[in-house]
């Protein structure tokens, strides 16, 4: 029945927020795992991000396609990417100060073409309904599941298995722990980070494009608030795992869905503090699971930020 | 391809600027004597479906007349930006009468650079100018309680579970009295009805919008109403959760036509035209103007095909009843929902009491709370 | 920065001397043409959107450095710039990516909308001092934090602060919405505003505010004690590298934590000034996004805090010129980001020309020959 289901729906409101809000930080972070793995940090993924919801909404209304729109992004956060790894591939250029000189160029020229796209409705990415079984429609809602949350999860397992098994996850990580060992492999680095921070910026197109094309499925200036840049900071709190993206994610998803839930369900006291707990959690975690010594465990030796 | 559409874009709205772009721009624009620049400052985006494009369209208005140049900047922040952003139109465009949109910006940026500039008149929305104010200040603000009281009629004749569900900004008496009219409205049609009111904080943050709207769903509301800056998200995400909706500051029927029952718009275009010509006439404008449905401030989208004949009788009828004046949405004896009385027997608010500008409070039947 | 400083010394003072400025010289020339060749690739984005580059140029200089106005409006935006930029300039000498500085800001101006209310019959030369020190306070505790979580938990210093960032920020709004409401703020919830005698005014003549001076005072400090301390070269090298560092004995741990606590002592005074100064009482405004405009900063200026000077007001100009720009070319507010972006690339892409163009080099060569 269509009724009322009390505190159950905190709960309920936390799975359905884990799989609505996540996929962005999943897509940024999974991005983000290969290109730090490689060595580099690439800071601009939130311009990469905003742009891709920008391109993917105006090629999706232009085409009537969504996948179209999701192709564009990632095409267009590819070449964000490929411009950071290119860049950062020059001697003496710091990896951490371009990201953030593209995190403006990418929010500027995605606002700055996007004036036009604030108003046409175009369509949204097709979503599985998982709830079938339920006849609770807050079941049913919940469980609507987006094509690329789904895609996202796979991704993650594909990743951590190409990482650990195969030839490629092998030249990323002997790249991102020392140039030098890479080089006497004969591997080019520079090429290998290139190409790495090139997919990370697919990626965060992507998940830029889940933004305008499915949750909350449009464009407007404010479509992203800071989810490319807490998704880099999820990928230190998930120790470079994809599968510990996809939990990152999920966790600060379920989190994010608290505030309004509590306040659905009579908590309404405070809310502000109610939004605050994906960061808190977040922090919580990171400080119980860091310590002294092991502060940087499974950290890619190359990587700037954590040298 | 995107650059390419965009590019057309560009030059066509600018078709007739394209030959004078030149370093003759560099200049104040020429102006005939007894012509005006009036200048429009928004806090976010002209086309946002809401707040700055209800006044993006009055200023389009004041656009077409004779003899007035109008210049806008978007995106102005609520800090010194909006200060200078003033003092550039004034400097640099000569305007003399700005319309500076925000709320944020009354106080204390308007209020710090109107002394300035004794020959320019500040207009502000939603401000409340009183004494001892710089005297070149003034505020004008719409009785759109009474259009959300009217949405709650619409929304009280559609709702089956008894539950709708408003989804706001901050608990500011603005927004407070918004919820209120609408509860109350939709309680004139079924007493029992009860409204879900859930705070995001922000005034325009898309996924705390959405994650709002599919709590108020999950928690049972089938009409979705909101108060925040661009209310595109929140009527989106509430359509395709099969709620019905009702719009706010602009008209977003286009949205979902099915879903949509009707909308509280502002209508400045009534009051930008009034003040740009009086200005160009010489007359004074009064300090404090406010104006609701007789006075054309506010207007209701068209009724959506889902209004009941039942639903659109009584909303038609109180509609006349707000045009004829002296309609009290706040009528005692009232209580807010901790139980304090906030109308006694036979007090009544009318919508012009500026009272109604300071509240405090949610009634009864209002789930949530102020703070 | 001293850019020459690695050149082999030359035989004569006046060589010496010589080498000195083309090394000075080269640090300023290829930030400079960089700059233009950012305006270059502008430039050529705006023709194709068939707009004209010399009237964007001619506006963007007129607009913010072109008239006292203009001055004015780019000096005072700049202030807060300052010191978010010190924010992460002072910390980034211990090789630290402080990303957090608005939530220091925030906080640092709640302190002071806060405490205001506390002090309303203070005599101003008492209150006024102590609001900005407690303001300082607050952001020194707040980002200090991030230094001693990083010394003592080992927790990654860029992602603590920017987790930090968010939740002052909520505390800030349900400060300024709850405890510290003053009920007159009707439709913009505010901390009750600043006695009269309490606000900071403007530096005489201008209509910029004190905090413009005290932040350039801050910057030259931040040098003399980077650059000309012994505790500055113990951060330099703890920055360059830690081992080495506590193998030399160098405090790392108090480093650590009082450059971070100094940093967010900056951020928190950005925060005070805007209260004081500007808004008259701390509402939710003064999250406006100056700490995060300060991390572009602080990198443009290599973190050299006497760099920092030039590169906000840059900056601020940029800023000031873009509601001009909207106006009179009918360009989106956006414009002003995307030249920005552009040209911010271009500068710090042109890094790894460093001692390519060399003048030094080239009076080396002359010796030789």
Redesign the interface.
């Known amino acids: 029945m269509s009724g009322d289901i009390g505190l159950w729906a905190v709960p309920l409101a936390m799975v359905g927020g884990a799989i609505r809000v996540s996929t962005p930080f999943l897509f940024v972070s999974l991005g983000e795992v290969i290109t730090e793995r490689s060595g580099r940090i690439n800071?601009g993924l939130e311009g990469t991000l905003v742009f891709g919801a920008m391109a993917g909404y105006a090629l999706a209304y232009m085409t009537g396609s969504p996948w179209i729109g999701v192709l564009a992004a990632a095409g267009a956060g590819a070449a964000f990417g490929l411009l950071h790894g290119l860049?950062c591939s020059?001697?003496?250029?710091?990896d951490?100060?371009?990201g953030?000189?593209?995190m403006?160029?990418?929010?500027?020229?995605?606002?700055?073409f996007g004036?036009a796209f604030i108003q046409p409705v175009a369509p949204d990415l097709p979503a599985i309904n998982l709830g079938w079984w339920s006849d609770l429609p807050q079941v049913q809602a919940a469980l609507r599941v987006n094509v690329l949350f789904i895609i996202g999860g796979l991704l993650a397992v594909a990743l951590a298995w190409m990482l650990k098994r195969t030839r490629i996850g092998l030249t990323l990580r002997v790249v991102g722990d020392s140039s030098d060992a890479a080089r006497a492999l004969g591997i080019r680095p520079a090429r290998v980070r290139i190409l790495a921070t090139g997919f990370g910026g697919a990626l965060a197109g992507m998940g830029g494009a889940y933004l305008s094309l499915f949750y909350p499925g449009s464009w407007n200036e404010g479509i992203s608030s800071?989810q490319g840049?807490?998704a880099v900071?999820l990928v230190?709190?998930a120790r470079w795992s994809p599968v510990n993206c996809f939990f990152a994610a999920l966790l600060f998803g379920a989190a994010g869905a608290l505030g309004p839930a509590l306040q659905s369900v009579g908590v309404t006291s405070?809310y502000?503090?109610f939004?605050?707990a994906p960061?808190?959690l977040?922090?919580v975690v990171?400080?119980a699971s860091?310590?002294?010594?092991?502060?940087?465990t499974g950290a890619p030796r190359e990587l700037s930020?954590?040298? | 391809m995107t650059?390419f559409l965009t590019?057309r874009r560009?030059?066509s709205?600018?078709a007739g600027?394209?030959g004078a772009?030149?370093?003759g721009?560099?200049g104040r624009p020429a102006r005939a004597s007894g012509e005006l620049t009036v200048g429009f400052i928004y806090v976010g985006p002209r086309d946002d479906y809401g707040y700055n494009q209800a006044h993006a369209e009055g200023a389009a208005v004041v656009k077409a007349m004779e003899g007035v140049t109008v210049?806008?900047?978007?995106?102005?922040?609520?800090?010194?930006?909006v200060q200078?952003?003033m003092?550039?139109?004034i400097?640099?465009?000569g305007a003399t009468l700005l319309f500076p949109t925000s709320?944020?910006y009354?106080?204390?940026h308007i209020l710090k650079v109107a002394p300035n500039n004794p020959d320019v008149r500040f207009e502000h929305c939603?401000g409340?100018w009183s004494a001892g104010m710089p005297a070149n200040v003034g505020s004008y603000f719409g009785y759109i309680g009474m259009g959300q009281y009217l949405n709650g009629i619409a929304a009280g004749h559609a709702t089956k579970s008894k539950k709708i569900g408003f989804v706001a900004a901050?608990?500011?008496?603005?927004v407070l009295l918004n919820i209120n009219s609408f509860l109350l409205g939709a309680r004139s049609v079924d007493p029992t009805i009860e409204c879900q009111v859930i705070f995001t904080?922000e005034w325009s943050m898309a996924v705390k919008e959405a994650e709002a709207t599919n709590a108020l769903a999950d928690a049972g509301a089938d009409v979705i109403t909101c108060h925040v800056d661009g209310p595109k998200v929140v009527m989106e995400t509430a359509a395709a959760r099969d709620c019905f909706i009702c719009g706010y500051h602009a008209n977003q029927s286009v949205l979902a036509p099915e879903k949509y029952l009707t909308g509280a718009e502002w209508n400045w275009a009534t009051v930008y035209t009034d003040m740009v010509k009086k200005t160009m006439a010489g007359e004074p404008i009064d300090n404090f103007v406010r104006g609701g449905l007789a006075e054309g401030f506010i207007k209701m989208s068209p009724l959506g095909p889902a209004v009941s004949d039942a639903a659109r009788a009584q909303f038609e009828d109180t509609k006349a009843r707000i045009m004829s004046g002296g309609f009290a949405v706040i009528n005692g004896p009232m209580k807010d929902n901790a139980g304090n009385v906030v109308a006694t027997e036979g007090q009544a608010f009318e919508e012009s009491d500026v009272a109604l500008?300071?509240m405090?409070y949610l009634v009864e039947g209002v789930i949530g709370s102020t703070? | 920065m001293a850019v020459g400083a690695d050149i082999p010394a030359p035989a004569t003072p006046l060589r010496a001397w010589l080498t000195g400025i083309a090394g000075r010289a080269e640090g300023l020339l290829l930030p400079v043409l960089a700059l233009l060749a950012g305006f270059a690739v502008f430039a050529v984005f705006l023709l194709?959107?068939?707009?004209?580059p010399?009237?964007f140029y001619?506006?963007v200089y007129?607009?913010g450095f072109g008239?006292a106005?203009s001055w004015?409006?780019t000096l005072?935006?700049a202030a807060p710039l300052l010191f978010s930029a010190l924010c992460v300039a002072v910390p980034a000498r211990l090789?630290l990516?402080v990303?957090g500085g608005e939530g220091a800001i925030v906080l640092g101006g709640v302190m002071a909308g806060g405490l205001a209310m506390l002090l309303a019959g203070w005599p101003a030369i008492l209150a006024m001092p102590l609001l900005a020190l407690m303001a300082a306070l607050v952001g020194a505790i707040w980002i200090g934090a991030v230094g001693a979580?990083r010394?003592?938990?080992?927790?990654?210093e860029?992602?603590?602060s920017?987790?930090?960032a968010?939740?002052a920020i909520?505390?800030m709004?349900?400060l300024v919405?709850?405890p510290l409401?003053d009920?007159a703020s009707?439709?913009?919830?505010s901390t009750a505003p600043l006695a009269e005698s309490l606000r900071v005014g403007d530096l005489p003549g201008w209509?910029v505010h004190w905090g413009l001076a005290v932040a350039v005072v801050c910057c030259i400090l931040c040098w003399v004690l980077i650059e000309r301390t012994t505790t500055g070269f113990g951060a330099r090298i703890a920055g360059g590298n830690v081992r080495a560092a506590q193998v030399q004995g160098l405090p790392v741990t108090r480093l650590v934590v009082g450059f971070t606590a100094l940093g967010g002592a900056f951020a928190g005074l950005a925060g005070y000034f805007?209260v004081s100064a500007?808004?008259?009482s701390a509402?939710a405004?003064l999250a406006?996004?100056y700490g995060y405009t300060g991390?572009?900063v602080a990198?443009?200026a290599r973190h050299n805090p006497l760099a920092i000077i030039p590169v906000a007001l840059l900056l601020a100009g940029f800023?000031?010129s873009s509601?001009?720009v909207?106006?009179?070319?009918?360009l989106?507010?956006?414009?002003?980001?995307?030249?920005?972006?552009?040209v911010?690339?271009s500068i710090?892409?042109s890094?790894?020309l460093?001692g390519r163009i060399s003048l030094t080099a080239w009076l080396n060569r002359k010796d030789t020959a």
């Open positions: 800071l860049l020059l001697p003496r250029v710091n951490i100060a371009i953030i000189a593209l403006l160029l990418g929010t500027g020229l995605a606002f700055f004036k800071g840049l807490i900071a230190i709190f405070g502000y503090l939004y605050a960061f808190v977040t922090l990171l400080i860091s310590s002294k010594s092991g502060a940087l930020i954590t040298k | 650059s590019r560009f030059l709205t600018t600027l394209a772009a030149t370093l721009g560099l210049i806008e900047e978007e995106n102005v922040a609520e800090t010194q930006d200078q952003t003092e550039s139109m400097n640099f465009d709320f944020g009354f106080d204390p939603g409340l901050k608990p500011i008496p603005q904080g500008e300071s405090g703070s | 194709l959107l068939g707009k004209n010399a009237t001619a506006l007129k607009a008239t106005f004015n409006n005072s935006r090789g990516v990303i979580l010394q003592w938990r080992g927790v990654n860029t992602i603590a920017l987790l930090l968010y939740i909520a505390l709004n349900h919405e709850g409401r009920p009707l439709n913009k919830p209509n805007e500007v808004h008259g509402n405004s406006s996004g991390i572009l990198f443009l800023e000031a509601g001009l909207q106006r009179r070319m009918d989106p507010d956006a414009t002003m980001t995307v030249l920005q972006g552009f911010f690339v710090l892409a890094e790894t460093t």
